[in-house]
């Protein structure tokens, strides 16, 4: 579904972009995003294997790093492959010892030909690379991960902790503060941020995205109404839009379409409806109706996942309150 044409006969590539409903260009969401070279360029179809370093020891996860790498990217479900207790943690991994032959059995037993590691510190990138010949990330976005792993790790790990300190909520990752601001919650504290929160905002992130991806091929298509019927639908949302396309491309009401139609459409209802014979053969119709598909799900789905994260932030504040009151300082989380 990634970079899907909507055209008949495309010209040129199809990025992965699009814009926010009722929000211009500038929000600060950019998909142009090549996701066949990020894969390439990641190995192993764009999986990643994450070292994730805790109190005790090292934990090996799985994760999408395909995901990762999108602009204001939130974490996604991972999967813990193994973790292991160390005796002696400070020389499993650092400058003077290498890699330990425990740590390094460990890495090499999940390792995939041509897969990249990610790792939270950048002197492992070294170590690692020089010392077992395996290809290792760390940047901005995988220190974004980190602090998922991190606020998450009680649920994810053995040795996770399951009371939080100050120290180990902040900062509070890039990813999370911009969502955060943008559905309305800028001024969460990060102590205050929960799983249950992590979660929400994440699905709020999935369905936003699920749409936004068809952003500039939907924007592509939209010039044909200009250019046939006379309709300027560059201020339209982009389900709108889409629906537009879809009375197109299945003028006589094969599928349901979702809501008034005409209180949708005003005066452009009965141009589109006319005019639907002329666009035979502009669009390619499959493609259509599974974005069209894929968008109504999705904000189907954002609807419920908004009111979720409005009451989890909620009880969240008054949590937070109650605890300061009782005992400055101390932060709890569920």
């Known amino acids: 579904m990634e970079g899907l044409s909507l055209e008949e006969k495309p010209k040129g590539k199809v990025a992965v972009e699009e814009e926010d409903e009722d929000q211009d260009d500038d929000d600060g969401y950019s ?3 090549s996701l066949v070279g990020l894969g390439a360029q990641l190995g192993n179809g764009g999986v990643i294997l994450v070292l994730f370093e805790t109190p005790t020891g090292f934990a090996l996860f799985s994760y999408d790093g395909i995901k990762l790498l999108r602009p204001h ?3 996604h479900p991972v999967w813990l492959k193994e973790f292991q207790a160390f005796e002696d943690k400070a020389s499993a991994l650092s400058l003077d010892t290498g890699v330990s032959e425990q740590l390094a059995g460990m890495i ?8 990249t590691l990610a790792v939270g510190k950048q002197e492992y990138v070294t170590i690692i690379q020089s010392n077992l010949g395996i290809k290792c990330l760390w940047n901005a976005e995988v220190m974004e991960l980190m602090w998922g792993l991190n ?3 009680e649920h994810l790990v053995p040795d996770g902790k399951s009371d939080l300190s100050k120290e180990d909520c902040l900062p509070m990752c890039e990813g999370m503060k911009f969502t955060l601001n943008k559905y309305g919650f800028g001024d969460l504290k990060p102590e205050m941020v ?3 929160i992590i979660e929400a905002t994440g699905l709020l992130y999935e369905t936003d995205y699920h749409v936004r991806k068809h952003g500039e091929s939907m924007r592509y298509a939209g010039k044909h109404l200009k250019k046939i019927s006379g309709i300027n639908a560059e201020d339209w949302d982009l389900l709108k839009l889409a629906t537009a396309i879809m009375m197109l491309c299945y003028p006589n009401g094969e599928y349901k379409l979702v809501g008034n139609l005409p209180e949708l459409f005003g005066d452009d209802y009965s141009k589109l409806v006319d005019d639907a014979p002329k666009y035979k053969g502009i669009f390619r119709k499959l493609s259509c109706l599974r974005a069209y598909a894929e968008m109504v799900r999705s904000r189907r789905i954002r609807s419920k996942a908004a009111r979720r994260l409005d009451s989890l932030v909620t009880a969240a504040e ?3 309150d109650e605890a300061q009151q009782a005992q400055p300082g101390v ?3 569920e």
Request: one cysteine or more; a positive charge.
């Open 31 to 33: 998909y142009s995003v």
């Open 194 to 196: 929960t799983r249950s």
């Open 331 to 333: 932060i709890k989380q």
């Open 108 to 115: 090499r037993r999940f390792i995939c030909p041509g897969q």
């Open 151 to 153: 606020n998450l790790k």
């Open 318 to 320: 008054r949590i937070y």
């Open 73 to 75: 990217a939130l974490m």
